[in-house]
């Protein structure tokens, strides 16, 4: 999928709308639409990254600043006390739905293993 099929990087572009949790230079992060938990929060790069294994397309500060605001966005919605997820859902077998690196902070409820 090219970047101008991409939903995410249409929310990024402002041409799809979405529920903003935090927006910063190089990182998104959005409220997933379909979420699965009370906190269901997408976060994401804002330069188009497929997956896991494209990822040193991004600087390394880009790559560990998406794990710094997943951990921000879990502590401004307050799950950080009884705990939260990060996942991310890696190719078709994993469930990957978006071809667009994307981590799931999930939280406000027990969860389990997928």
């Given at each position: ?16 709308e ?28 804002k ?51 978006v ?16």
């Open positions: 999928m090219s970047e101008t099929e991409c939903v995410f990087c249409g929310i990024v572009g402002g041409e799809i979405a529920e903003v949790v935090h927006d910063e230079d190089e990182v998104l992060a959005f409220n997933d639409m379909n979420g699965r938990a009370p906190v269901h929060v997408l976060v994401i790069p330069r188009h990254v497929a997956n896991l294994e494209a990822i040193d397309a991004l600087p390394d500060a880009v790559a560990k600043r998406l794990f710094a605001v997943a951990s921000a966005v879990a502590e401004k919605l307050g799950v950080t006390e009884g705990g939260y997820a990060v996942r991310v859902n890696n190719g078709p077998d994993a469930g990957q739905e071809f667009h690196l994307h981590l799931h902070v999930m939280g406000g409820q027990r969860l389990g293993m997928p």
